[in-house]
Each structure stands twice: as structure tokens, then as C-alpha cells.
T-cell receptor
Framework: GENVEQHPSTLSVQEGDSAVIKCTYS??????FPWYKQELGKRPQLIID?????GEKKDQRIAVTLNKTAKHFSLHITETQPEDSAVYFC??????????FGKGTLLTVNP | DSGVTQTPKHLITATGQRVTLRCSPR?????VYWYQQSLDQGLQFLIQ???????AKGNILERFSAQQFPDLHSELNLSSLELGDSALYFC????????????FGPGTRLTVL
């Protein structure tokens, strides 16, 4: 189906450390993989996305990698800062336009 | 600020009532998506409109309906409200040239008492 599994559900790191969040999907027709950051009571904010013809994409301290064969993709945040603390959602999209979201990861960056 | 606007920000109503949530997409975006976010269900896709036409449907209840108007704003109508309908309702819009890329509005928090 179009389900997305996201792990871990919570992640606590020290400021300056790296954080990695992983998602797996099952639908081979998936071709778009965005990541959203959501602060408490706020809207999901698109922070980075990758399409299936690319294996890795980087934007400053955040990067996303995609392994189409294994059907998983990951978000990497380096040099974490307290303002990175939020819930992060992965999602997958395909030809039917809708996005299917993972359950979210609560990231806490401790100063 | 994503450029997507939603009104109202908060809505408190009683069971059995009907409410209308409004969304204006980013300038130039033809697609509008509606999502429901609750603690136990996460972000659930409800329905998508493209240039006034329904394009995709998700887990939308029969008590819920939506439409997109010629000026491209969209409304989500929720009727016969139940306690379990309390949630954050988000609208998102998508540029025509960037399939799937969705930018979310600030949401409407619905509380059903």
C-alpha cells in the first residue's frame, strides 16, 4: 500500500550532535519524498524534498538520502541547535498527487 | 509564511452543528489539499481539488464535503459534528509545475464540545 513507517518516534540529542530519522515505504510507484518540520501548534513547514531520480540532496545542515532499491529514505541534521527541536514528518507521493505521511518524530535538542 | 491562508484560526462549536473552513491557496497555485491532524491519527489526507475539479479523495467522511471556487479558494464543510472531529484542519496548495510539492497554511483548530 501507500503506508510510510517512520522511526524513531522520539529522538533526543545534545546540541552540536547529528540527528537521523528514517522512513520506509512499500509502494514502488512512490517518486516524491518530502520532509516537514512542525513546531507545536504551527503548520507543517517543508524543509527539504527529493525525487526518485536523485539519491541525495543537501541544504546547509540538512540532507536527505534515498535508497529506492530498499525503499527507504532518511533525514540527516548536522550540528543540531535548540531551534531544531520540533516534530519532523516524512511523506511519500506518487502519481495520485496525495501525500501519505509518517507518524512523526519528536526531536529534542538539549543545550 | 507559506502564502496559504486559512480562516478561522480557531472554531469552537457543539456536537451536531455544521461549520465551514476556508482556504486561499498561494498566488498562482491551482491545487488545494485538505488534511486533518489529530493526536491519534497523525496527518490524514482528506481531499484534493485542481482548478475547481475534485482530483483525489482520501479518508474523508460522508459528513464532510469540499469545493473549490472559480477564484481558487476552497471551503471544507463539516456537518453533524462529533467529539471525534476535534482536530487541526490544514489546507495546502501546490504549484502546477512542481507535482506533489505542497505548502501548508496555518490551520484551523476545531473544538467540538
Amino acid at each position: 500500500g501507500e503506508n510510510v513507517e517512520q522511526h524513531p518516534s522520539t529522538l533526543s540529542v545534545q546540541e552540536g550532535d547529528s540527528a537521523v530519522i528514517k522512513c520506509t515505504y512499500s509502494d514502488s510507484a512512490s517518486n516524491y519524498f518530502p520532509w516537514y518540520k512542525q513546531e507545536l501548534g504551527k503548520r507543517p513547514q517543508l524543509i527539504i524534498d527529493i525525487r526518485s531520480n536523485v539519491g541525495e540532496k543537501k541544504d546547509q545542515r540538512i540532507a536527505v538520502t534515498l535508497n529506492k532499491t530498499a525503499k527507504h529514505f532518511s533525514l540527516h541534521i548536522t550540528e543540531t541547535q535548540p531551534e531544531d527541536s520540533a516534530v519532523y514528518f516524512c511523506a511519500r507521493g506518487g502519481s495520485n498527487y496525495k501525500l501519505t505521511f509518517g507518524k512523526g518524530t519528536l526531536l529534542t535538542v538539549n543545550p | 509564511d507559506s502564502g496559504v491562508t486559512q480562516t478561522p484560526k480557531h472554531l469552537i462549536t457543539a456536537t451536531g452543528q455544521r461549520v465551514t473552513l476556508r482556504c486561499s491557496p498561494r498566488s498562482g497555485d491551482l491545487s488545494v489539499y485538505w488534511y486533518q491532524q489529530s493526536l491519534d491519527q497523525g496527518l490524514q489526507f482528506l481531499i484534493q481539488y485542481y482548478n475547481g475539479e475534485e482530483r483525489a479523495k482520501g479518508n474523508i467522511l460522508e459528513r464532510f464535503s469540499a469545493q473549490q471556487f472559480p477564484d481558487l479558494h476552497s471551503e471544507l464543510n463539516l456537518s453533524s459534528l462529533e467529539l471525534g472531529d476535534s482536530a487541526l484542519y490544514f489546507c495546502a496548495s501546490s504549484p502546477s509545475g512542481e507535482r506533489n510539492t505542497q505548502y501548508f497554511g496555518p490551520g484551523t483548530r476545531l473544538t467540538v464540545l
